[in-house]
């Protein structure tokens, strides 16, 4: 398994949309299983392919975070069937390094896609889980939480990150 580099703002990947999977076969088990390893590297509870360069929509996650004992999960071409509910949490991601957000989300979620194996896949989430899934599909759309909140906030981000863009 390996460490894969992490895609950051304003990488165009992080923009781009990813395409559903067509082929399970060795080289995707292999890119799941390294998505794994970065993400609990990172360390973060979720990560979509889009983050280390790849438009495959595939995303791990795991919020338990067990230690000595990871149980990564994964989903292949997910997509949110339905949403109900709203809950308030203050997000980051590994791709927009020193920003944390408040952001309103479905506080409950189902979820299709199909498993590693290829087999459908449905899953009713709540809580922290319902909230990465959330965060973890908007990134195969191209999609960052920064884009859920205010412009305001936006703005601040983007010109905090140009300053120190210009420190460097
Ligand atoms: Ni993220």
């Given at each position: 398994m390996a460490i894969l580099p992490i895609r950051i703002f304003p990488d165009p990947v992080l923009r781009s949309r990813a395409v559903d999977v067509q082929n399970i076969n060795g080289e995707l088990q292999q890119l799941i299983d390294d998505m794994a390893a970065t993400m609990y590297h990172a360390p973060g509870l979720g990560l979509a392919a889009n983050q280390v360069?790849?438009?495959?929509r595939v995303i791990v996650f795991d919020v338990a975070q067990r230690e000595g004992s990871p149980d990564p999960q994964v989903i292949l071409n997910?997509?949110?069937e339905a949403g109900e509910g709203e809950v308030i949490y203050r997000e980051g991601c590994l791709s927009v390094p020193d920003c944390a957000e408040d952001v309103r989300r479905f506080g409950k979620v189902c979820v299709r896609g199909v498993d590693r194996e290829g087999r459908p896949l449905c899953l009713e989430a709540e809580g922290l889980l319902a909230i990465v899934l959330q965060h973890e599909i908007d990134h195969l759309n191209g999609?960052?939480?920064?884009?859920?909140?205010s412009r305001l906030k936006r703005g601040l981000y983007l010109r905090r990150l140009k300053k120190q863009g210009a420190a460097r």
């Amino acid at each position: 398994m390996a460490i894969l580099p992490i895609r950051i703002f304003p990488d165009p990947v992080l923009r781009s949309r990813a395409v559903d999977v067509q082929n399970i076969n060795g080289e995707l088990q292999q890119l799941i299983d390294d998505m794994a390893a970065t993400m609990y590297h990172a360390p973060g509870l979720g990560l979509a392919a889009n983050q280390v360069g790849d438009l495959r929509r595939v995303i791990v996650f795991d919020v338990a975070q067990r230690e000595g004992s990871p149980d990564p999960q994964v989903i292949l071409n997910p997509y949110l069937e339905a949403g109900e509910g709203e809950v308030i949490y203050r997000e980051g991601c590994l791709s927009v390094p020193d920003c944390a957000e408040d952001v309103r989300r479905f506080g409950k979620v189902c979820v299709r896609g199909v498993d590693r194996e290829g087999r459908p896949l449905c899953l009713e989430a709540e809580g922290l889980l319902a909230i990465v899934l959330q965060h973890e599909i908007d990134h195969l759309n191209g999609t960052l939480f920064i884009d859920h909140i205010s412009r305001l906030k936006r703005g601040l981000y983007l010109r905090r990150l140009k300053k120190q863009g210009a420190a460097r």
